[in-house]
């Protein structure tokens, strides 16, 4: 059993996504997420407090849901993320961005 994964309502601990390190970032932040998941319902952005996780903040991006017509406004790009894209894309809207390629 391994210590640092959250544990369910039936006291058992929690598993990785499939394929998910066990260590880094994405497993960390999928922890933290997981923990917040209460009653059912998924954690929204009131569950966070960003005092709690200074670590994963330039790892996140924010956005704002637009209803009429639906668009996604990217409201926080964190320092990790420009850094690797090589620009803040921070008040743009996700149709306003080129598509991007991933590289094999």
Known sequence: ?????PIDEEGSQTAL???MPEAGVHAELYRLWHSKCRDGR??????????????????????DVER????FRIRLVGTAIVAAMGRDTTGLYLDQL???????
């Open 42 to 63: 998924l954690p929204g952005r009131r569950d966070f407090d960003p005092l709690e996780m200074p670590q994963l903040l330039p790892h996140l991006t924010l956005f």
């Open 98 to 104: 080129e598509r991007i390629e991933s590289v094999a």
């Open 17 to 19: 996504l499939p394929g």
């Open 1 to 5: 059993m391994q210590p640092d994964l």
């Open 68 to 71: 009429d017509p639906l668009r």
